[in-house]
């Protein structure tokens, strides 16, 4: 099956710093989303960005489908963006819509 | 805005009870799916269904089954809940064509004793 890697595993920013996440994936994709996972557990869409370039307010994600990767870009880092970063994928010609998940990248932003 | 709500936020289960576990939708979405969340394990599918009465097998399928009666609910049903059981459930929707964002729930955190 698809693989999607994601780096780094863990971050820690103090705030007002920026950072980039990467998600790499094995395959062509149809879909590709990035969420945030919130410390109580929910997910929140941030981006549906199969491929080019997308921006909402500080946070923009740039999708290279011919080279299989992704990247989300995050500035003026504030300790409300703590949590889990996921990018997930949708392999080209599947149906029904099935995600498969990176392993996450963990941000922790300090005062 | 879209809103995917879940039955519980928290359950508590014995080794045994049958669990139903509840997803609706308001957005007509066509698609739902329930996934587990493990620390180590990321998210991983359980069931998914692309229409009313329909349902197929995720990655881990095994203890669990599905019901799809209403194309706004979405029901995961552990027959015979197992301490291995005990996880992070969560449910989602999203369209079929177009812009297939997946929606999530705010989850299900399961305990079996």
């Known amino acids: 099956g698809i693989q999607v890697e994601q780096s780094p595993p863990d971050l820690i920013l103090q705030e007002g710093a920026n950072s980039t996440l990467r998600c790499n994936f094995s395959d062509s994709v149809n879909n590709l989303q990035w969420f945030h996972q919130n410390p109580w557990g929910q997910l929140i869409n941030l981006f549906y960005i199969p491929s080019g370039t997308k921006q909402n307010g500080r946070l923009s994600a740039t999708t290279v489908a011919t080279e299989r990767y992704s990247l989300l870009y995050i500035s003026s880092s504030q300790t409300t963006d703590s949590g889990v970063y996921f990018c997930a994928v949708e392999r080209i010609y599947n149906q029904g819509g099935k995600l498969i998940f990176g392993q996450g990248t963990e941000l922790s932003v300090k005062p | 805005d879209v809103k995917v709500t879940q039955s519980s936020r928290y359950l508590v289960k014995r080794t045994g009870e049958k669990v139903f576990l509840e997803c609706v939708q308001d957005m007509d979405h066509e698609n739902m799916f329930w996934y587990r969340q493990d620390p180590g394990l990321g998210l991983r599918l359980i069931y998914f269904s692309y229409d009313v009465k329909m349902k197929e097998k995720g990655d881990i399928p095994e203890g669990y089954s599905v019901s799809r009666e209403k194309k706004e609910r979405f029901s995961l049903i552990l027959e015979s809940a197992s301490t291995n059981q005990t996880s992070m459930y969560l449910c989602?929707?999203?369209?079929?064509?177009?812009?297939?964002?997946?929606?999530f729930g705010p989850g299900t955190r399961l305990l079996v004793l």
């Open positions: 989602a929707s999203s369209l079929t064509g177009g812009e297939k964002t997946q929606y």
